[in-house]
């Protein structure tokens, strides 16, 4: 010690050990951190979003077609629809299998263009009971929520085809159900 500088004999700084501790109490924070927040279940709540926002906008697409036809575009070209959807039976049929219904509705300017390109239209169902004779009021869109706060949520407790569900997890049960906009 003789040999160094005055300067140096009495520097201050950390030691290689203090550095590690530091950096270990900022990793076990920082996985804190990640664990409280949960970017999965982030994700899944901005796609149940998105899912959501997508229903009711196709619902309310539906309606203002009703309103301006008095009947929803699947119904016949004779009730005033464009017959869009060849079949009387539209139970719990997937919204990407509405393909004509949906240029229906993109022509008559009530959807937007994105939304017939919207990758979630598979996990979005729409119901009517019965579709040449029914109003607007009895068209149901469902979809079943990803994450786990939709799932508990308590408007979340119907079937996929807008009936009530069973034992759903929103009510204490166990099942997955679905949300509707009716």
């Keep these: 010690m003789k040999n160094l ?11 290689l050990i203090e550095l590690l501790v530091v950096i270990g109490i900022l990793g076990i924070l920082a996985s804190a951190l990640v664990a409280t927040i949960n970017p999965f279940e982030q994700l899944n709540k901005a796609q149940d979003s998105n899912l959501k926002n997508a229903s009711v906008e196709f619902l309310n697409a539906n309606i203002r077609y009703f309103t301006t036809h008095n009947a929803m575009p699947w ?18 049929i997937a919204l990407s299998t509405l393909g004509n219904c949906l240029t229906t509705l993109l022509n008559e300017g009530e959807i937007k263009q994105g939304f017939t390109t919207f990758n979630g239209l598979d996990k979005i169902f729409i119901t009517e009971p019965s579709p040449q004779t029914s109003s607007q009021n009895d068209t149901t869109v469902c979809f079943m929520p990803v994450s786990k706060s ?15 569900g069973a034992n759903c997890k929103s009510t204490g049960g166990n099942n997955n159900c679905y949300w509707c906009a009716q």
Excluded at 83 to 90: A, I, K, V
Excluded at 150 to 164: I, K, L
């Design 150 to 164: 939709q799932q508990t949520d308590p408007t979340t407790v119907y079937a996929q085809d807008g009936s009530t």
């Design 5 to 15: 500088p005055a300067n140096f004999r009495h520097a201050a700084g950390f030691t």
């Design 75 to 92: 119904d016949s070209v004779a009730d005033g629809g464009a017959g869009c959807y060849g079949t009387s039976d539209l139970s719990a």
